[in-house]
């Protein structure tokens, strides 16, 4: 059966009333009925487009925008769904990673979800450009005798409404997906079929089977009059007054070639950018002026800067892998001439493009190309989606990697897609829970073990303060960002990082990311054996960061490399990887990255270079946040020289006092 037959097929009987989510656009008649439907569930309504800026849960998309922090995004999403808010969401107006988390989170919290859309889009398309334009967006322009004539003999911007139908119509098409995947049944209505039904009969027929999904049924006599009241107020009665805007007749003919909404999915594509391995010539490379989603065939405006250094030949040029687009390359970049005065070209290191993807094309390349015909590959946009947990590794690999802090369990899915075994740290016994119902398979394979624990310097149990807002914050040290804003604290066991190697055996590496736990997690190594200790272990910077990385340095670890975190800063994967299985990987902000011989091979550091850089980048952070900007934050890797011999690399800035 289709995921429509699918979605359509409700049970006639009584059903629990849910909390409901309405999909839709605008100007497609949500307002209306969410205002009927929600009044009917008796439960409480939020604002219509809850998450555009200014309304409820906008702070929401604010720190989304500026922080592109995905974990964060997802506890956010999963508060507002457990809640049972009822909500009406356009799509249209927020960034998709917005709807890509409310429909997870709602699909876990059991939401019922109906999607509203337009097949009229000529309609649609004229009523909200008019909106637009008058600032009247509801029935009062029936009775406004003020308006203004003028604004009809206004030319229709039709390219920019031919690519706004493009991309709201495939990111409806998306969000049905996605609750599909996540095992939901939507329901789909059209505005013509509700508010345009000539006598009410196919209205009638469309809402009773919605009405009895939502368990919203009440017994036909009183459903008929509630449906009356739907149909009889939602259509505004406008369409001929804004048909004569000039351009009317071409924007219908451009619409005829525009895919509709379609439940079984739709052509757009989410996209995140990768950087590509370093090289000698580049100093720094970095898009910042993208779309949120691709669609291919329509043509969008790609923009950033590369910074070339001194060892760069003269006459280099920038292209698009697989576009005829030329690439402006010259113009003037005042921030990098400031960050990078090394640089050949920083003062002029903007570049900008204009380019589309055909149907079909993966990706799209920004190579540097040489007077010799030598092209370097700098930045790959390529299409972003949220981790499919049925593709992670079964292939059988003896290595072990610890996940300590596992969150929302991005790293350990990572991890597990390139074929290591996976021990997952998990204090919150929610976070664990949902991990273990997420990845229940590779449980099943024996390829992860989920420990519901906090690291700590002892074994026992411990007071851990959650914080219910950003659950990434939470910690054993009440004193950290786990008390910024709603905590509570609980009780959970605990044990030292020696006794879970004891228990597991030697990992390869050990990713830890435990907001201030990291120097009592180390700390417990130092009673093992050199042969008991991991390779590879990474710790996020915190104040105690120089008791931390003494000890690392004490216990044998001589190699370090820092690496800035958030998916915007994380450096490019090398083609293929080096670490485990070759399993091509787009970093969201709640993972960590490329570890081992996946990191820059010459970002290799001793402990004097690596203590200079952690206190530079200290400054970094405390100018950004001087400045009202996100401060950011940074991990350190640490390799002993065993895994450096083995692996070729040699380490630079070893001499000297620490």
């Known amino acids: ?227 009356e009241q739907i149909i009889g107020s939602g259509d505004q009665g406008t369409r001929e007054s804004y048909r004569s805007f000039p351009g009317v007749a071409e924007l219908r003919k451009r619409l005829g070639a525009v895919p509709r909404f379609a439940p079984e999915g739709g052509g757009c594509m989410p996209v995140a950018m990768l950087r590509c391995a370093s090289h000698p010539w580049v100093l720094h490379a970095a898009v910042d002026v993208a779309p949120d989603l691709i669609i291919p065939g329509e043509t969008f405006d790609l923009g950033g800067v590369v910074v070339l250094t001194r060892e760069a030949p003269a006459g280099c040029t920038l292209e698009i892998d697989g576009s005829a687009s030329s690439v402006h390359w010259d113009m003037p970049s005042p921030r990098m001439a400031r960050d990078y005065p090394a640089g050949a070209n920083a003062a002029a290191a903007r570049f900008q493009a204009r380019i589309a993807l055909a149907p079909g094309q993966p990706a799209a390349r920004v190579l540097l190309r040489a007077p010799d015909g030598t092209t370097v590959p700098l930045l790959e946009l390529v299409p972003q989606r949220a981790p499919d947990y049925g593709e992670v590794s079964t292939e059988t690999e003896d290595r072990l990697i610890f996940d300590v802090g596992a969150n929302d369990g991005s790293d350990s899915w990572y991890y597990l897609s390139k074929g290591f075994r996976v021990v997952a740290v998990e204090a919150i016994p929610a976070l664990a829970d949902a991990l273990g119902g997420t990845l229940a398979a590779q449980i099943d394979a024996g390829r992860l073990v989920i420990e519901r624990q906090a690291i700590a310097d002892a074994d026992g149990e411990v007071a851990f303060t959650i914080n219910e807002d950003w659950t990434e914050w939470s910690s054993l040290f009440s004193a950290s960002k786990a008390s910024a804003g709603k905590a509570t604290e609980i009780t959970v066991p605990a044990c030292t990082l020696a006794g879970l190697i004891a228990r597991h055996g030697v990992p390869y590496y ?45 216990m044998g670890y001589v190699g370090f490399q820092m690496s800035r975190q958030g998916a915007a800063h994380l450096p490019g994967l090398p083609s293929p990887s080096r670490e485990g299985l070759d399993r091509r990987t787009v970093f969201n902000s709640s993972m960590s990255g490329p570890f ?63």
């Open 510 to 554: 050990v990713k830890i990311d435990i907001e201030g736990g990291e120097l009592a997690a180390v700390r417990s190594l130092a009673t093992l054996a050199p042969e008991q200790l991991p390779p590879l272990i990474s710790v996020e910077i915190n104040p105690w960061w120089p008791q931390v990385l003494e000890r690392l340095r004490a």
């Open 1 to 227: 059966m289709s995921a429509r037959g699918k979605a359509m097929s409700v049970c006639a009987s009584t059903i629990e009333v849910k909390p409901i989510i309405i999909w839709t656009l605008q100007r497609t008649g949500g307002t209306n009925l969410a205002r009927h439907l929600f009044g009917r569930t008796g439960r409480p309504a939020t604002q219509h487009e809850p998450f555009n800026r200014g309304r409820i849960y906008g702070p929401v998309t604010e720190h989304w925008i500026s922080e592109r922090d995905r974990a964060a995004l997802d506890v956010a999403m999963t508060k507002i769904c457990n809640s049972g808010a009822l909500i009406k969401h356009c799509v249209e107006t927020v960034p998709w990673e917005i709807s890509e988390a409310l429909a997870a989170a709602a699909s876990r919290a059991g939401y019922g979800h109906l999607f509203l859309y337009r097949n009229a889009s000529l309609d649609r398309l004229l009523s909200l450009h008019y909106a637009k334009l008058s600032g009247i967006w509801g029935p009062e322009f029936q009775n406004n005798a003020a308006l203004d004539e003028k604004i009809f003999s206004q030319p229709l911007p039709v390219e920019e409404l031919v690519s706004h139908e493009r991309r709201a119509n495939g990111m409806l098409s998306m969000a049905w997906r996605c609750l599909v995947e996540q095992g939901a049944t939507p329901m789909a209505l059209a505005y013509e079929d509700i508010y345009q039904a000539g006598d009410g009969s196919e209205a009638r027929h469309r809402l009773a089977p919605v009405l009895r999904a939502l368990g919203l049924a009440n017994g036909e006599a009183d459903d008929s009059a509630f449906i």
């Open 596 to 658: 081992g011989r996946d990191l820059p091979v010459g970002g290799w550091v001793g402990i004097v270079e690596m203590v200079r850089q952690v206190m530079a980048a200290q400054a970094e952070m405390d100018a950004r946040r001087k400045a009202g900007d996100a401060p950011g934050w940074y991990d350190v890797h640490a390799a002993r020289q065993e895994w450096l011999d083995a692996s070729g690399i040699a380490v630079a800035n070893t001499e000297g006092p620490s």
